[in-house]
């Protein structure tokens, strides 16, 4: 089986590899580099220098892999990026998405194409409508879900145009260890191992710590886009979640427990977002009754995976 990985060098890109090649001893795995980012150095896989910007690129690509499967996984994911880079954002998760459904149209046979949704394209729902379900009107609260919803629209359109094998999944927050510190549990753990190691005072700066969110590790979630591309209906939208809402604030609970650490909160103006959601939680049933998926690593175990990741870089 022939796999193509959009966005390789990204956290999932990395792990969807390895899940793949876990999954399937033929794998045959291309993986493309957004254009400021390094190539990661993962066995057997191939790596195709490829701008998402650039639909001439994407064709070059897929005529040369042949792919069964394609993962769009080349998304800015970061909604605090989102509000100080709208424009970077739009470019890589509306454009970027637009060149590459447009790229595989062309080609004289038509893969399974994944591509990466958000939880977040839900937005604020009253609390009774929790948890969230793919039949949920979406109502984006800041430019990346905007984005994300876009995408979904559009590939909604290009199912219908030229019946193409198109899959939307939606992870909710993902974290998991070598996450960026831009994210707020991979940030708190970064912070945790400083004050750790003697390096910062026990002091955690923080954004709003009550909102609740729906946390499943990445090694997880990868899982999900190899079963959706398996098992997965063409044009069908699914959620991947833990399926379990937490309050931020008891994650930092987790991450003093695991540090035998008492720590002072601030709240930083510039962490608080202009407009956020109270709390996301997924709806997994559809995902899991089609490809019998489901969360599987808990949440503690993630934390202290990231914590460890941490410890070993400040």
């Not at 909160?265 to 019998?292: Q, S, V, Y």
């Amino acid at each position: 089986m022939n796999y193509l990985i959009v966005g390789g060098t990204s956290l999932f890109g990395a792990g969807l590899a390895e899940c793949l090649q876990s999954r399937d001893s033929s794998a045959v795995i291309t993986a493309t580099k957004l254009p400021t980012e390094q190539a990661l150095p993962l066995a057997g896989v191939t790596w195709a220098d490829v701008d998402v910007l650039d639909t001439l690129s994407i064709i070059d690509t897929l005529n040369a892999c042949h792919p069964d499967m394609v993962f769009n996984l080349a998304v800015q994911n970061s909604v605090g990026y989102a509000w100080s880079n709208p424009g970077a954002t739009v470019d890589v998760n509306v454009t970027g998405a637009l060149n590459l459904m447009d790229a595989v149209r062309q080609l004289d046979y038509q893969p399974v194409v994944v591509l990466a949704g958000s939880g977040e394209e839900y937005g604020r729902m009253p609390f009774d409508e929790l948890p969230l379900a793919e039949d949920a009107k979406p109502n984006p609260g800041n430019i990346f879900a905007a984005s994300k919803v876009c995408q979904t629209m559009m590939a909604k359109i290009y199912r219908r145009a030229y019946n193409m094998r198109l899959i939307v999944l939606r992870t909710f927050n993902e974290i998991g260890p070598g996450q960026s510190a831009r994210f707020v549990v991979s940030n708190f753990c970064r912070q945790f191992a400083l004050i750790e190691a003697g390096k910062a005072e026990p002091v955690i700066h923080t954004g709003n710590v009550n909102i609740e969110r729906d946390f499943t590790d990445v090694r997880d979630l990868v899982r999900a886009f190899a079963l959706v591309a398996e098992k997965g209906r063409p044009g069908e939208v699914y959620n991947a979640g833990r399926g379990h809402a937490v309050p931020i604030r008891e994650v930092l609970g987790m991450l003093e427990q695991l540090t035998h650490l008492k720590v002072e909160l601030h709240a930083d103006a510039d962490r608080i977002r202009p407009i956020d959601t109270p709390k996301f939680e997924a709806d997994t049933t559809k995902i899991t009754a089609d490809t019998g998926w489901q969360a599987e690593i808990p949440l503690e175990q993630t934390v202290e995976d990231m914590l460890n990741y941490w410890r070993q870089r400040v």
